[in-house]
């Protein structure tokens, strides 16, 4: 079951509000958490479910939201929102499947993570400590974005947020672990522009368009990297 809130952090109400003609983006909070995050996987559950409703085309989980596709010719806006502040105040009680867990190994320094000696230093940890606790914590995957297979993992450990690059790289290789801010995630394409600070490599391919699903990662996944 979605776990309690608790009092201290009690969600928002949610914002429904149209996305053209035939999407609406289902607001439940501004901030990066898991609490909201729960939410957001609940309600995204429910709306592709056995139970779902007829209007539902597709659903695109973000940190803190829900893009809703659905059909107009089988239901109108009003009714779509009417249905979805229900199924958002029904979503905080559902059971949700046991999240997946994968474990990603990951080469860290050198040529495979040129930043991370920069991270290190500016941070005031030595890179042995800088990969111990980055490679601690169990990520959430909160949303894919960005280029087709990149996730969103949360939550780095405060002590290893940095800023990210002024100026971005051009072309960073598939697989590249790269820090920005309180996240961490994996490049998933060659030649991928990006201005987080990248630590490390992994080569498990994140998008395989002749796999089926073609996406490793989905959101609510859980990812532990594993140095090698």
């Not at 867990?101 to 940890?125: F, K, N």
């Not at 111990?132 to 993992?153: D, E």
Request: glycine share 8%; with cysteine; aromatic share 8%.
């Amino acid at each position: 079951m979605t776990p309690p809130v608790p009092e201290s952090q009690v969600m928002p109400a949610p914002r429904i509000l149209p996305a053209g003609d035939e999407a609406v983006l289902v607001e439940l909070g501004q901030e990066i958490r898991r609490e909201l995050n729960l939410r957001v996987r609940a309600l995204a559950h429910l709306l592709t479910g056995p139970e779902a409703p007829a209007w539902v085309r597709e659903v695109v989980p973000a940190y803190a939201s829900l893009l809703v596709y659905y059909d107009p010719d089988r239901a109108s806006y009003e009714e779509v929102q009417e249905t979805l502040r229900a199924l958002v105040a029904k979503g905080g009680h559902i059971d949700l499947p046991a999240p997946r867990r994968i474990e990603i190994p990951v080469r860290y320094g050198g040529d495979d993570g040129p930043d991370l000696e920069w991270v290190a230093h500016r941070v005031g940890l030595s890179p042995e400590e800088v990969i111990a606790r980055h490679s601690r914590p169990i990520y959430v995957v909160y949303m894919l974005g960005f280029l087709p297979g990149f996730c969103y993992l949360g939550d780095l450990p405060p002590e290893l947020a940095v800023e990210r690059r002024e100026t971005p790289r051009l072309s960073l290789p598939a697989g590249a672990v790269a820090i920005g801010g309180r996240q961490t995630g994996i490049y998933s394409l060659d030649n991928s522009p990006g201005g987080w600070r990248w630590i490390g490599r992994t080569d498990v391919r994140l998008w395989d368009p002749d796999r089926d699903p073609p996406f490793l990662l989905q959101a609510g996944d859980e990812v532990r990297f594993v140095p090698v």
